[in-house]
């Protein structure tokens, strides 16, 4: 792992910084340091790598205030809140998963590792919807940096584009389709909102998160149960007239096959649909 691994450890466990002086062989052992390396870390002053601690800490609060604005508004408002992001700061390292899809982004990492963290914990005096929005923000922070997003925005088919029966619609990876008990769609993208004012509506809502060509801002867009129920079948392993029998499921005159239909060629206009399979399953892209 090396001195790198070593001290990033050191500056979010107390435990580990204990130890420094008394558990050195299985400290040197655990990171795999050289003699010299060992040295150089056990030599670090304390006084010192307490204010890296602290420094460390704010940096990373000051990045995830960019990424997840409202999370961390609320969070911060809140004396458990507090306590919380100070665990969260102390208990999980900024490190990069090597071979993940964060290791191109510590902000990305620390976004989805704190939104993770938000899902499992019981955090008194938040609002329930926080788990919730903490997902929602996440999502938008991680299409944002996806280098798969990225490649398949810019290889959205033209609006002007043919569609036949046995054209296989295939949503394209730059569009994400999700469901959340709340809406957030009124919330600004920089966390201005007053969440104390404005609150969420508590409703089902069915979300088009989308990135367009050449830009790393996030568009949202709440989608009717035919729409979602629609793109989530444009995987392109279906004809559209197979699509379209598959949402009808049956039904006798009813009108569902137009709109989907409609949804299609919405969809096909705003540049959400790719042409067959961009990325080979070799292909290790986030």
Known sequence: MGFQAALARLL????????????????????????????????????????????????????????LPHTTKILESAEAGRLFLRDFFSNI??????????????LLADSRRLADCVRNARIDGVPEYLCELASYEAVKVGLSF???????????????????????PRLG??????????????????GKCNLNAIKPKRQTTHVAFYRQAGS???????????????LQLCDGT???????????????GSERASRS??????????GYLVAGELFPSRVNLP
Not at 26 to 51: G, P
Not at 148 to 168: E, F, G, I, K, Y
Not at 174 to 189: E, K, M, N, P
């Open 12 to 67: 979010v466990e107390p435990d580990l910084r204990a130890r420094l002086g008394v558990d050195e062989v299985e400290i040197q052992r655990r990171f795999s340091l050289s003699d010299s390396e060992f040295r150089a870390l056990r030599a670090l002053d304390r006084s010192r790598l307490q204010l890296m601690v602290e420094a460390v800490a704010g940096k990373r609060l000051q990045l995830l205030r960019q990424a």
């Open 93 to 106: 390292p900024p490190l990069i998963e090597h071979g993940s899809e964060m290791a191109h982004n510590r």
């Open 146 to 168: 996806s280098l798969r997003a990225r490649a398949s925005a810019d290889a959205a088919l033209p609006a002007n584009t043919p569609v036949t029966d046995s054209w296989r």
């Open 173 to 190: 990876d730059h569009v994400l389709l999700r469901t959340f008990r709340y809406d957030f769609l009124f919330l600004a993208s920089d």
């Open 216 to 230: 790393l801002a996030i568009s949202t867009y709440r989608l009717g149960r035919v729409a979602i129920q629609t």
């Open 238 to 252: 279906r004809s559209l007239s197979e699509l379209l029998a598959e949402v009808i499921a049956g039904e006798v």
């Open 261 to 270: 239909c409609d949804v299609v060629r919405l969809a096909l206009d705003r």
